[in-house]
């Protein structure tokens, strides 16, 4: 009886201990091995984005033409790595289509936009950073400039200023309804940008254009 005893507990042992070996320990030193290269993955593509960032910003600066688009190609390369390590960051690319903007690759830039809104990657950005985005896809598709681009720029738009209320969104908001010819949405979009900022000279402007 005793021998039956010990060996049914002998047997529950080897089978707990199994099950733990099988189940429970690999699974946890993955999740943490997971854990942590996800870790250096986000710090590398953080490395690569503060960096393309920094030069973006030079090139913005930059006293000559040919050191600016030098410096842009470098800031694009660097958001590149950063998309390499992860895809689904939409800021690097809103890095890489603003360095290719400065470059005058405006397609090429629109479509890095496109990812940064695409579903795969908006859900990393906060509402202010949306709006701040859908602001710079439209002024690309109007400096496109053909009427589907306007009028996907308006949709653009439309939804900029109410996640970000910012008086160029509503300036260029107006410029576009200018185009379509719709004169009272165009007056309404400029008194709301001269309401934010009633300095702006390019909202003064249009109203006074419009009103006279």
Same mark, same amino acid.
């Given at each position: 009886?005793?021998?039956?005893?010990?060996?049914?507990?002998?047997?529950?042992?080897?089978?707990?201990?199994?099950?733990?070996?099988?189940?429970?320990?690999?699974?946890?030193?993955?999740?943490?091995?997971?854990?942590?290269?996800?870790?250096?993955? @986000? %710090? +590398?593509?953080? $490395?690569?984005?503060? =960096?393309?960032?920094?030069?973006?910003?030079?090139?913005?600066? *930059?006293?000559? &033409?040919?050191?600016?688009?030098?410096?842009?190609?470098?800031?694009?390369?660097?958001?590149?790595?950063?998309?390499?390590?992860?895809?689904?960051?939409?800021?690097?690319?809103?890095?890489?289509?603003?360095?290719? @903007? %400065? +470059?005058?690759? $405006?397609?090429?830039? =629109?479509?890095?936009?496109?990812?940064?809104?695409?579903?795969? *990657?908006?859900? &990393?950005?906060?509402?202010?950073?949306?709006?701040?985005?859908?602001?710079?896809?439209?002024?690309?598709?109007?400096?496109?400039?053909?009427?589907?681009?306007?009028?996907?720029?308006?949709?653009?738009?439309?939804?900029?200023?109410?996640?970000?209320?910012?008086?160029?969104?509503?300036?260029?908001?107006?410029?576009?309804?200018?185009?379509?010819?719709?004169?009272?949405?165009?007056?309404?979009?400029?008194?709301?940008?001269?309401?934010?900022?009633?300095?702006?000279?390019?909202?003064?402007?249009?109203?006074?254009?419009?009103?006279?």
């Amino acid at each position: 009886m005793w021998y039956d005893l010990i060996l049914q507990a002998v047997l529950l042992l080897v089978t707990v201990v199994m099950f733990l070996t099988i189940y429970g320990i690999p699974q946890r030193a993955l999740s943490r091995l997971r854990l942590r290269l996800r870790s250096r993955s @986000d %710090l +590398q593509a953080k $490395r690569h984005f503060v =960096l393309g960032a920094q030069l973006l910003s030079k090139a913005r600066s *930059a006293p000559s &033409s040919s050191s600016a688009a030098s410096l842009a190609r470098e800031a694009a390369s660097e958001a590149d790595l950063a998309i390499s390590v992860d895809p689904r960051d939409a800021a690097s690319h809103i890095l890489k289509a603003l360095a290719l @903007d %400065l +470059q005058g690759f $405006r397609t090429s830039a =629109l479509d890095s936009f496109d990812t940064a809104l695409s579903p795969l *990657a908006i859900k &990393s950005l906060g509402e202010k950073e949306i709006g701040d985005a859908l602001y710079k896809r439209a002024e690309i598709k109007v400096a496109l400039s053909s009427r589907g681009r306007v009028d996907s720029a308006l949709d653009d738009l439309n939804r900029a200023v109410k996640l970000s209320p910012s008086p160029k969104a509503y300036s260029l908001l107006g410029h576009c309804y200018e185009k379509k010819k719709m004169k009272d949405e165009a007056l309404k979009a400029y008194e709301e940008a001269l309401r934010i900022q009633p300095a702006l000279s390019d909202a003064q402007e249009a109203l006074a254009r419009l009103r006279s």
